[in-house]
């Protein structure tokens, strides 16, 4: 194979990885539009097109090991195959937490949601953000922009850990909104654990650079 064939098949990688971003954050904000409308046959499409990601992640792999098998790559192009197989695990994880977030708002049905939704948007926005981040510092093999999406993952947890709290006092305050308030904390974990695998790419392109493994608290000390 030519070098330019080789470098088309590791762009073509980067387009896939990308496309699966997209339905990611597709289903993820669709799943949160069920919720705060209450649309259920909304997230019922949400759910029913995780197959797609499911099938953009199986389409991701056997390109993978196409590669890995036809041209040995080596160095650097071992790297970017690699990256690839783990970012598509973490894009694929992703969809199943927008999934989950669909199938808590089927299960809500008709019921009045606890509360108005106000911090679990603006976790859903900061995550996101957080994965179209990770995503971009990967194909522009941008190493600042990596490390800044590392450190971005203690606002969501800063968020999701005030979202716990105001939960537990409806919860305390009156035990017959257990069941609601524990739905709300479930799509929330959903919505941190989106984060956490949009931190957990951001690691992997540092990895893609630098040819050195660095973790989330090491990069955090790093920069104090």
Partial sequence: MLRSDYDRDLTDLQTSLSEMG???????????????????????????????IDRLHDELENKCVM????????????????????????????????????????????????????????????????LEESLQAY?????????????????I????????????TYMLSDPGTIERATYLLWVAHNLERIADRATNIAERVLWLISGHTVGTRELKDSLR
Avoid: F
């Fill in 67 to 130: 590669l890995l098998a036809t041209q040995q790559p080596m160095a650097s192009d071992l790297r970017s195959v690699m990256s690839a197989v783990h970012i598509g695990v973490e894009l694929e994880r992703m969809g199943d937490y927008a999934e989950g977030i669909a199938k808590i708002c089927i299960r809500i049905g008709d019921q009045p949601l606890l509360k108005p939704l106000i911090d679990i948007p603006r976790m859903a926005d900061q995550a996101l953000k957080m």
């Fill in 22 to 52: 997209s339905h990611v954050e597709s289903a993820t904000r669709r799943a949160l539009d069920a919720l705060e409308t209450q649309n259920v046959a909304l997230a019922r499409q949400v759910v029913d097109d995780d197959d797609e």
């Fill in 157 to 168: 947890d800063d968020l999701y850990n005030q979202i716990y709290r105001e939960l537990l």
């Fill in 139 to 155: 194909t522009e093999r941008d190493e600042p922009l990596a490390r800044k999406v590392c450190t971005a993952d203690d606002a």
